[in-house]
């Protein structure tokens, strides 16, 4: 119904109101990956892939309305799972002045900090496309937000439910069983039928920005159950509830923020808390240079049951964030994420720079150190032990 509502409404409106030019845009990339640990169980060091992604936009009513589409393709080497599409964006926006409407297929990103982003929960990650789990898939829902001198309102209703993607048996990094989503289970009696809502307030007191939120529905993370007769891993998504709140502090150079959760209704397991709080100290022309050096800092923590425990229980995150300030936007990020019980360690990294107003290149890596595999109890990150990555990815924008 809302794909049909924002279709007719963009016809209405644009018969009665003055039309714009449609305006296309888009990218196109080629990226290469070297698996640093050897061929690993899909036996091979290195993959490649390309995808397109396109971006159609149309204004009209004097910029208060907006259609907005924007389709992605990936192709891969290895993986067919992989290889697929999506539409990430089919959208009709509406601006009045005390409210805005979004009607279609969008993506909303909730959170402030750097190591996880616990209340964004609307949109389904897309897990075949990066390690670091922030591609998403696109989310029908309907959304109007009011903007009063108290804040900003939001409501979301989301009808369909979007299930997460997984690589194949031919996939890097790969889970120990492959993930059949044709065998997928809900909580729900609706399965991906069922209407989800949430609804988020936001508002900025001087320094501090204070956002407070909740979701009712799907939850988006799945529980992965053993089928010993089929040898597979089945999903199983649980109906729940998510209260969050995100905080944002500036003070001088000086960035303080949180995230904290409380989720409830999945009957395998009780009520859950994580946090993540941390801060941001930049320091502007450093080495007396044009650079600026930003030092990250933040601890994660859970308290899940050691079923369900994700590999961030209680860990420290540190790391820093080079800005070069110059025409080609030059960036360089680089972190560790420290379990101090285990000494499990994550080293990621990751750089980009603008060549001329149309190429970009990224280097991204992402290395495990000192994981525990043995068997008993390995730890939750023993699967990716062996999958140290580089990646190389050249970005062409049109």
Not at 218 to 235: A, I
Not at 270 to 287: L, S
């Amino acid at each position: 119904m809302g794909f049909r509502l924002a279709t007719v409404g963009t016809a209405l409106l644009a018969c009665s109101m003055p039309v714009t030019a449609w305006e296309w845009r888009g990218e196109a990339g080629l990226e290469g990956r070297y698996f640093t640990a050897g061929p690993g169980a899909a036996d091979y060091w290195h993959n490649g892939s390309a995808y397109l992604q396109g971006q159609l936009l149309h204004e009209w009513n004097d910029r208060r309305d907006l259609f907005t589409f924007t389709p992605f393709y990936r192709i891969d080497e290895n993986d067919d799972q992989r290889t697929h599409g999506d539409i990430r964006e089919l959208m009709w926006i509406h601006v009045a002045d005390q409210w805005e409407s979004r009607i279609g297929i969008g993506k909303v990103f909730w959170g402030v900090t750097e190591g996880r982003h616990l209340v964004d929960i609307i949109n389904q990650t897309d897990a075949v496309e990066q390690q670091d789990m922030e591609s998403k898939l696109g989310q029908p829902m309907i959304n109007l937000s009011v903007v009063r001198d108290w804040g900003t309102l939001d409501f979301y209703l989301l009808p369909g439910f979007r299930e997460r993607t997984y690589g194949g048996v031919d996939g890097r990094p790969s889970l120990p069983l492959p993930v059949e989503s044709d065998a997928a289970r809900y909580a729900s009696s609706a399965e991906d039928k069922r209407i989800d809502g949430a609804v988020r307030w936001q508002q900025m007191f001087g320094s501090l920005q204070i956002a407070l939120s909740h979701f009712s529905g799907t939850g988006r993370e799945p529980l992965l159950f053993v089928n010993l007769f089929e040898f597979q891993f089945e999903p199983y998504y649980p109906v729940i509830e998510q209260s969050g709140m995100e905080l944002q502090y500036l003070l001088g150079g000086w960035l303080f923020k949180a995230e904290a959760i409380r989720r409830s209704g999945n009957r395998f397991e009780r009520a859950m808390h994580a946090a993540d709080v941390g801060f941001e100290f930049t320091q502007p022309g450093v080495f007396g240079s044009g650079l600026d050096l930003g030092w990250i800092a933040e601890y994660l923590w859970e308290d899940r049951d050691e079923r369900f425990v994700s590999p961030f229980a209680s860990d420290v995150l540190v790391g820093n964030r080079l800005t070069f300030n110059d025409i080609a936007s030059t960036e360089l990020l680089w972190g560790l994420i420290w379990d101090p019980d285990s000494g499990d360690r994550i080293y990621t990294l990751e750089s980009s720079r603008r060549f001329g107003s149309q190429w970009r290149a990224t280097l991204e890596g992402q290395f495990y150190s000192r994981i525990d595999a043995s068997p008993g109890v390995p730890s939750p990150l023993s699967v990716f032990a062996d999958e140290d990555m580089i990646q190389l990815e050249v970005i062409r924008y049109f």
